[in-house]
Nanobody, 121 residues
Framework: QVQLVESGGGLVQPGGSLRLSCAAS????????IGWFRQAPGKEREFVAV????????DYADSVKGRFTISRDYLGNTVYLQMNSLKSEDTAVYYC??????????????WGQGTQVTVSS
């Protein structure tokens, strides 16, 4: 069964850090671009970060640049999102997605079920 599973979410205070993981089962992530998206209550889903299949190309939403880092572990078939200096506005359900290229990420065929990140004191 092909699926993506996110983990690592939780409750953290403002200024804190979390590392989200996106693990694949049933297929290898090696040749896929992987993106992270988030959706806050009452808001549209928004792009957060993306990494190319080679791992060389990355891109970030302006709101997270300098605070979040996306990386991939080919041996572990996992992609990570390191989130530092978290703010209350980062509170959302975070999803990962896999697509053939960065350009096709919005039409990604594979999506995870999401993991909740809550930033609150």
């Amino acid at each position: 069964q092909v699926q993506l599973v996110e983990s690592g979410g939780g409750l953290v205070q403002p200024g804190g850090s979390l590392r989200l993981s996106c693990a694949a089962s049933g297929f290898t992530l090696d040749y896929y671009a992987i993106g992270w998206f988030r959706q806050a209550p009452g808001k549209e889903r928004e792009f957060v970060a993306v990494i190319s299949g080679s791992g060389i190309g990355t891109d970030y939403a302006d709101s997270v640049k300098g605070r979040f880092t996306i990386s991939r572990d080919y041996l572990g078939n996992t992609v990570y999102l390191q989130m530092n200096s978290l703010k209350s506005e980062d509170t959302a359900v975070y999803y990962c997605a896999a697509a053939p290229t960065i350009a096709t990420m919005t039409r990604a065929p594979y999506w995870g079920q999401g993991t909740q990140v809550t930033v609150s004191s």
